[in-house]
């Protein structure tokens, strides 16, 4: 029997800049099904990692904060990337999203900020971002964590 552990990886952002790059060539290797969950605090980066990401998938426009939203969608060249965000959502609240129909959906990418409310649509095989601050105003670290060979297949070469 093999035991599978999470696999991680520690990245330094030195400003919003390459945090939205490394996003971004996390994009470009997402395909339908993908899911990433963002945990950090206010500020800490998760939207504006999610600008990068939907960059590599192809999207062209405008990547804003879904909170009061809850979801938002960006069409990429082939993917569909579904923005989700659930700070002001409670775990009683997450039937009338809609929800089904992005992480239903095998061209969808889900892309979740303030994951904890959503916790029963997500798959095991996810990729987790936790997003820190770092010693100065722009600094972050990104702890990037797999759990199943999907997500350690994104994981390796963002190392
Ligand atoms: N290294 C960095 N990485 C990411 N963002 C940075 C960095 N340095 C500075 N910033 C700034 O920090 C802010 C991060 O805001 P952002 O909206 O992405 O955070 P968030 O985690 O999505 O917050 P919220 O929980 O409110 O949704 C932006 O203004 C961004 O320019
Ligand atoms: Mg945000």
Do not use: N
Request: hydrophobic letters at 35%; glycine letters at 14%; aromatic letters at 8%.
């Amino acid at each position: 029997m093999t035991i599978s552990r999470a696999a991680e990886a520690s990245v330094e952002s030195a400003s919003a800049e390459r945090t939205r790059a490394l996003g971004r060539r996390l994009g470009a290797m997402l395909r339908g099904g993908d899911v990433v969950c963002l945990v950090g605090e206010l500020g800490s980066g998760k939207t504006t990692f999610t600008q990068g990401l939907a960059r590599g998938v192809g999207f062209k426009g405008q990547v804003a904060s879904p909170t009061f939203v809850l979801v938002r969608v960006y069409r990429g060249r082939v993917w569909t990337v579904y923005h989700i965000d659930f700070y002001r959502v409670g775990q009683d609240q997450t039937g009338d999203i809609g929800l089904e129909d992005c992480f239903g959906d095998p061209e969808g990418i889900c892309v979740v900020e303030w994951p904890a409310a959503g916790r029963g649509y997500m798959p095991e095989d996810r990729l987790e971002v936790r997003l820190f601050y770092g010693e100065d105003e722009d600094t972050r670290r990104l702890s990037l964590r797999a759990f199943g060979p999907r997500s350690r297949r994104l994981l390796e070469p963002l190392k």
